[in-house]
């Protein structure tokens, strides 16, 4: 027996690959051994007590944590709701303003055809006007006349008909005299 102990010492001494294989082996023997020293002796009770302040720590960190994330998503939410109320107000008021700008325009329009209408119906009611075609326009208030008439009189006298009536801002006399 001695002399296959001798053979396999001989071969591990002088083969290279046993000595790197030995070495390493001695190297991992050593690392674990080292990791089996404790570094600080401490009592299960000890262990446990360490475990249970590290618990707390970290429930009173993620507490805090949680508190602070709460009130930045309150301020977020107060500060969203402003803002949406803010700009509720302002599509309100401009709602508001289009609304009254498209009433102020259609009583406008209502306003110019009742003027154009009712000096359209003065001027047809007179004897010497009936007979000759005036057109009547209005637009905001002011008037235009236009057509042809046989005197400067009868032009006159469809001009001051118009000036008559509620609502009329000006009158352009356009109806020019021709004779018949």
Do not use: Y
């Amino acid at each position: 027996m001695r002399k296959i102990r001798s053979q396999t010492v001989q071969v591990a001494f002088f083969s290279p690959k046993i000595r790197v294989f030995a070495v390493a082996s001695l190297g991992i023997a050593m690392a674990l051994s080292g990791c089996n020293k404790p570094d600080d002796i401490q009592t299960p009770g000890q262990k446990l007590d360490s475990a249970i302040g590290k618990t707390e720590q970290a429930a009173a960190e993620a507490r805090l944590q949680g508190e602070q994330s709460g009130a930045d998503v309150k301020a977020k939410t107060e500060e969203t709701f402003a803002k949406a109320g803010a700009a509720l107000k302002n599509a309100t008021e401009n709602a508001e303003s289009s609304a009254k700008a498209v009433a102020d325009k259609a009583i406008n329009k209502i306003d110019d055809m009742a003027i154009t209408t009712a000096i359209s119906a003065e001027l047809l009611k007179d004897a010497e006007i009936k007979l000759f075609k005036i057109n009547v326009d209005t637009k905001g208030g002011a008037v235009v006349l236009k057509g042809s008439v046989p005197t400067d009189a009868v032009r006159e006298r469809a001009a001051a008909i118009a000036k008559t009536f509620s609502g009329v801002q000006s009158v352009d006399n356009r109806l020019v005299i021709k004779a018949k």
